[in-house]
């Protein structure tokens, strides 16, 4: 149920923000260029406490659009200067907050919150997400692919190892960026990259 696995992912990225490398390199630059890890750690936490206030956002008439849908919208490879993404650096920092210790007790909070709200919820239910209307299903899912992401961009960050996602969180991720790569790139070049490297594209990214 994809309820289970975003709030098993959701546990695991807390527990990543509660690794003292954080804390320790808090003002530091990250992995990712432009974040500081403050600010990364912040957008981390983000794909957690997105989801608890996207619950009483108010909903638009918008068609819903799917995960893959949802991130490809944007191409691949933009720019870290672009508007964009300085406006998402922006709201990484904020959410930021007093710190590490601030940022971990919202987040954690959070998912306690969710633990009890999100099973009672129907997966179809509309959701207004980072400006776009989703099914919660398909919202939950961008959040796990979010997680995924930024806990990899996170670990490399502070020198520790990429938490495993748990089983049916890595299906799910990796067979939805599959679909987003295949949207940017088309199918033929996703195959190859996956199955003939002499013939693959140099990358082929969902991002």
Known sequence: MIVDSYLATAR????????????HH?????????????????????AV??????????????????????FARFAPGASPDEPRHQRIRGLGEAAAGDGPADLIERVES???????????LPPDRPVFGNRAMLRLDQWL???????AVHMDD??????????ELPAEAADLVITTLV????AHHGEVQVLRALSRRERAAVTISAF
């Open 154 to 163: 996170l670990a490399v960050s502070i020198d520790v190892e990429t938490p």
């Open 110 to 120: 959070t998912i306690a919150s969710l633990a009890t709200r999100l099973p009672t």
């Open 12 to 23: 695991t990225a807390a527990a990543l923000l509660r690794s003292p490398g954080v804390a």
């Open 49 to 70: 406490l997105w989801v608890a206030t996207s619950l009483d956002a108010e909903v638009t008439d918008d068609e819903p659009l799917d995960a893959v849908q949802y």
């Open 141 to 147: 899912l961008s959040r796990m692919i979010e997680l």
């Open 26 to 46: 808090w003002t530091e630059s990250s992995a990712l260029p432009e974040y500081r890890i403050s600010g990364l750690a912040g957008h981390l936490g983000m």
């Open 179 to 182: 679909r987003i790569a295949a």
